[in-house]
T-cell receptor, first 115, second 109 residues
């Protein structure tokens, strides 16, 4: 099955700085990846759909200029949280659709803490 | 959009059976997933239903009724390690997943 590698697993940054999170598909080429955010004791909320070679599609209420997504290759999507603030502290998870259409594969997640 | 409801918490005894219900209202349906998530970790896949009926996988089973917008996850022979959050998720035609808020299951000795 597909394996998704997400890096880093934890990051602490200062308010106002930017943080880049990488999501790699290790087993197959992924034209579409998804980015989710999860606040403590809440469920996962879809932020955006990352499309290889084209612009990402953002969900309502998600600022595209703040959460920059780049999907330059079939195996890598990146999410950059720009000018991070403490309220951006959250668990960010990427996923991609399984080749068999029967499940979505998730990365390990990135715990972002903005101080 | 999707509206997905599941209970917030459930408690059961080790060795017992617990059933987690999930109801949904969707603008498009392309499968229903159940995931297990331990605190601070990413979700792990448990089951997938796209047709009506019961799917059994060892101690875990999942049921779907598309006409009723209803699914349940059945956990049998509960073990302490089953204490976790269980997420019901519905996939739409664009392969986007919408998640319920999750059900926290606590297994007591």
């Amino acid at each position: 099955g597909a394996v998704v590698s997400q890096h880093p697993s934890r990051v602490i940054c200062k308010s106002g700085t930017s943080v880049k999170i990488e999501c790699r598909s290790l087993d197959f080429q992924a034209t579409t990846m998804f980015w989710y955010r999860q606040f403590p004791k809440q469920s996962l909320m879809l932020m955006a759909t990352s499309n290889e070679g084209s612009k990402a599609t953002y969900e309502q209420g998600v600022e595209k200029d703040k959460f920059l997504i780049n999907h330059a290759s079939l195996t890598l999507s990146t999410l950059t949280v720009t000018s991070a603030h403490p309220e951006d502290s959250s668990f960010y998870i990427c996923s991609l659709k399984g080749a068999g259409d029967t499940e979505a594969f998730f990365g390990q997640g990135t715990r972002l803490t903005v101080v | 959009g999707q509206n997905i409801d599941q209970p917030t918490e459930m408690t059961a005894t080790e060795g017992a059976i617990v059933q987690i219900n999930c109801t949904y209202q969707t603008s498009g349906f392309n499968g229903l997933f159940w995931y297990q998530q331990h605190a601070g970790e990413a979700p792990t896949f448990l089951s997938y239903n796209v047709l009506d009926g019961l799917e059994e996988k060892g101690r875990f089973s999942s049921f779907l009724s598309r006409s009723k917008g209803y699914s349940y996850l059945l956990l049998k022979e509960l073990q302490m390690k089953d204490s976790a959050s269980y997420l019901c998720a519905v996939r739409d035609g664009d392969y986007k997943l919408s998640f319920g808020a999750g059900t926290t299951v606590t297994v007591r000795a």
